[in-house]
């Protein structure tokens, strides 16, 4: 592709560099693909992408989790992993096939790509596409860069949003699709268990739903308040390590005022954490797993069966961005107060240790490259 065959009017003024793993838990940052000349010029473009600037990126819980740990189920490191999936940035290159997008519009990343063949495709839930690629999932090379190519079909246009908050699109999109496939209504008692990234934009998804009364469990003080703070109206309860399911479900709908949840919006992945909200759904309620967890785990299977309490999980998401959207520059969401720590992106790993550590009283981490 020649140098004429994009419409690019931002010259690179740094090198991209990316944040990279390792199946060895190394982490670092170094240079990273489209090189600064490749970006100019844009000879990496392929048909249908543009060049996206990434300004703001957040830090997942899975991010961390392949740093660490080097694998989430069967999804393994491998090889030098580049991190990253909830991004927003500036367009500065746009491919000549590409009409809906200009230079300089704001973007939300969609972090995949689809094969539009398969069934899950064709009848609308690509979250569960047989050939995804999902960005930052081995072997897929993330967005925590300078610079990253993508298909303009995944860039939303987020208008004169920040992008602090068109990154945060990406975690309030996991949120939507709970409560979309959950079900959640204008007063029914919800329970949200875990007070962490995810649970608290459940948490904000359920009081702008109209959920009422809504309580929030977390083994973790600061989180249950800093959850208080987020939502006033929210009832907090800790969960007591040790204790059965049983108690703890009492617990729970003691903590509700007696009530019982209708809906249990379960964001830990847990096993004791799902065993609770088992027993403390009414019958006839739903527990929607939202979280990720292990392999393999038991639940109180009786339980959910004499009291018809419906199992359900979640992979991902599909078609929330363009709700996320209306939902923020609407103003019924405010994600702002989620991010507690913000860092340029020379300073990932630094980051990264504090996105890791329960002591830092870290919700939402930022990876910052505005200059």
Known sequence: MSSTSTATTVKPSKANIGVFTNPGHDLWV????????????????????????????GICGSDVHFWKHGKIGPMIVTDDQILGHE????????????????VGERVAIEPHLICNACEPCITGRYNGCENVKFLSTPPIDGLLRRYVNHKAIWCHKIGNMTFENGSLLEPLSVALAGMERSGVRLGDPVLVCGAGPIGLMTLLCCRAAGATPIVITDIDDGRLKFAQELV?????????????AEDAGKSIVDA???IEPAVALECTGVESSIG?????????GKVFVIGVGRNEMSIPFMRASVREVDLQFQYRYCNT??????????????????????????????AFKTAADPKTGAIKVQIQSLD
């Open 321 to 350: 961005w363009p709700r996320a959207i209306r939902l923020v520059e609407g103003g019924l969401l405010n994600l702002e107060k989620l991010v507690t720590h913000r860092f340029k992106l020379e300073d990932a790993v630094e």
């Open 87 to 102: 991004s927003a940035g500036e367009v500065v290159a746009v491919h000549p096939s590409v009409t809906s997008h200009k």
């Open 256 to 258: 509700m005022g007696g």
């Open 232 to 244: 006033p109206s929210v009832k907090t309860h800790k969960v007591q390590m040790g204790v059965s």
């Open 276 to 284: 609770a909200a088992i027993w403390a759904s009414k019958f006839g």
């Open 30 to 57: 170094a240079e990273s693909g489209p090189t600064a000349e490749e970006v100019e010029k844009g000879t990496t473009l392929q048909e249908g992408e543009v060049t996206i600037a990434i300004k703001s990126t």
